[in-house]
């Protein structure tokens, strides 16, 4: 006997042909692999990996302050935290759904659901062009099985349980040697509801995208004209009788503006809106009842001249203008000073300071820039600033001015007035809620006066400069947003809720019966009488669990016969 060694190749190893012969071959390339990436990434358990990473992405901006939401209180939450609130800035957990990383699970989404759900919707479509399954061979084998004997022939024990299967899809089949086959099937429902949930899905996904792509959000800070606190021990007006007004022609009209990627601030559609007063009420544990802004607004200023329409804002219940929505976000107070010169002459000045905690005790400053009489270089020495706490309920705790109630019961300042070089030429930004350390640092902002104070009380400087608290009046957040993709991601959630409820409420089902003829007749006990008898083997399968049928398999076995006149045999697996 002769072995032959397959492994061994002859010839010189220098030969092209040979190397290339006894080299192994790569075979496909990278085609299959990136055929498993993609596969992969289209799976449901990836779509629902990303969905849930989508969720846990979404929670910073839920929690942290964000910068397109609210500047100073973003600011104020990263210093207050020291290196950990820059290593969270670095990140972008206070931009989250500007982020590239939030941006890259959205796309990852977007993609795995596409390419799970396109080739499973044309796999419905062909389930439901098809006629049920033949009957298995063995139904014993089913984990519902009933045996019985039915009074009939197999036709008319047949047209029995045709009769009995309304709303099945049914396939009715006769095999050579007379027997008779039904196979019904039901629940296609849940499989309908099922792709609506994750188109539906796909669907509010891209209404989102749209909605960043061509929306975009504004927010202005208007002062109330006058407003009142309301509570069950004291009722206070706030002083005024004028309040701000607000138009919006392009993006540098508001305080904050955040545009879509698409939006250029050219074909905005302008409003403007004037605030007239601000009511809010409280319990007397401190906590808000509602807040009420009287407004005016014009939808077209040029056509509309000196006709306003009224209107009453309220939290969570905007009015629209002309596609754009005005919410009421929040509001707080705005201290008045008035400076009196050493010539006599005098300057107003206020600025809506910022809430530090739930009783509005707030932090802010008020900029006096141009003092009479004062020009070139010597405006830099003695510009003024009056920074401070306001409290509208006061009391002074260890030496700190505090508030104690939300409500103007018992407005104060603690102030301290700064006279120099505010820095408001070099260019720089700066916060409207504070002056700038650096300037303080320098020496060329310092400290003059500090005292606390109520309304119509005031503090002289020792040039005799006197500042004077003349009262406050109130401020209030406006937000305009622009989405026009907000009716259709509301459509789509509705769909997302009726999809979901279709596919946990109805279960897929499936039954079998095979009749075929008796053995014989069968004897009634009358004299030369007899029955022709049918045997019916029926087999029921649930496509998500046993529980699925219910009670629903023993009524379809009834359908066979009314009465049964042979032995039952039961067989559950």
Not at 58 to 75: E, F, H, I, R
Not at 232 to 246: H, Y
Not at 435 to 444: A, E, M, N, R
């Amino acid at each position: 006997m002769t072995i032959h060694d397959t492994t061994h190749i002859t010839g010189d190893p220098t030969d092209p042909t040979v190397a290339s012969a006894a080299a192994p071959r790569r075979r496909g390339g990278p085609l299959p692999f990136l055929r498993n990436i993609w596969r992969q990434l289209t799976s449901m358990r990836t779509a629902l990996v990303l969905l849930f990473l989508l969720a846990l992405a979404s929670l910073p901006g839920a929690l942290l302050p964000q910068w397109s939401l609210n500047q100073s209180k973003t600011a104020n939450y990263i210093l207050d935290n020291g290196w950990w609130g820059r290593f969270l800035n670095s990140l972008g957990f206070f931009d989250v759904f500007a982020s590239p990383w939030y941006a890259a699970i959205y796309l990852l989404l977007f993609t795995s659901l596409v390419g799970c759900l396109l080739p499973r919707s044309w796999e419905f479509v062909g389930q439901l062009r098809m006629q049920p399954v033949v009957v298995p061979r063995n139904l014993r084998r089913m984990p519902l099985h009933e045996t019985l004997t039915a009074t009939g022939d197999p036709d008319a024990v047949a047209d029995r349980v045709l009769s009995g299967l309304r709303g099945w899809r049914i396939a009715r089949r006769t095999e050579a040697d007379g027997v008779v086959t039904i196979s019904a099937e039901k629940g296609f429902l849940r499989e309908v509801g099922n792709l609506v949930f994750h188109l539906s899905m796909l669907g509010l996904l891209v209404a989102i995208a749209v909605g960043k792509l061509v929306g975009y959000e504004g927010s202005i800070i208007l002062t109330a004209a006058g407003g009142t606190q309301t509570n069950e021990r004291t009722v206070a007006t706030a002083a005024g009788s004028e309040g701000s007004g607000f138009c919006s022609v392009d993006p540098y009209s508001y305080d904050n503006f955040r545009p879509g990627l698409l939006v250029d601030g050219t074909g905005m559609s302008p409003f403007c809106v004037q605030v007239d007063s601000f009511t809010a009420t409280y319990t007397d544990a401190g906590q808000a009842s509602s807040f009420l802004a009287q407004i005016r607004y014009q939808t077209d200023p040029a056509a509309d001249g000196d006709t306003w329409q009224s209107a009453t804002l309220e939290v969570n219940d905007p009015i629209r203008l002309d596609g754009q929505r005005l919410y009421l976000l929040g509001h707080g107070y705005t201290p008045i000073f008035e400076v009196t010169y050493p010539d006599g002459s005098t300057q107003t000045g206020m600025a809506s300071f910022q809430p530090e905690d739930s009783n509005f005790t707030s932090q802010g400053a008020v900029k006096f820039l141009d003092p009479p009489g004062v020009t070139g270089a010597e405006l830099l020495t003695k510009q003024l600033a009056v920074v401070g706490i306001f409290a509208p309920s006061a009391f002074v705790h260890t030496g700190v001015m505090t508030s104690s109630f939300p409500a103007a019961e018992q407005p104060a300042v603690a102030v301290r007035v700064f006279v120099g070089d505010l820095g408001m030429e070099s260019g720089a930004t700066q916060s409207i809620f504070s002056i700038d350390q650096d300037q303080v640092d320098k020496g060329l902002l310092v400290q003059k006066a500090s005292e606390n104070l109520a309304p119509g009380e005031s503090l002289t400087l020792d040039d005799g400069t006197q500042v004077t608290f003349t009262g406050y009046r109130e401020w209030v957040s406006l937000q305009t947003s622009y989405d026009p993709a907000q009716t259709w991601a509301l459509v789509c959630a509705a769909l997302l809720l009726i999809g979901l409820m279709l596919s946990l409420t109805i279960k897929r089902r499936r039954v079998w019966f095979r009749i075929r003829p008796a053995a014989g007749p069968s004897s009634d006990g009358g004299a030369g009488s007899s029955t022709v008898m049918s045997g019916v083997e029926v087999g029921g399968l649930s496509r998500t669990d046993q529980a699925g049928y219910g009670e629903e398999f023993s009524s379809l076995v009834a359908l066979a016969t009314v009465e049964s006149t042979g032995s039952r045999r039961s067989q559950k697996e």
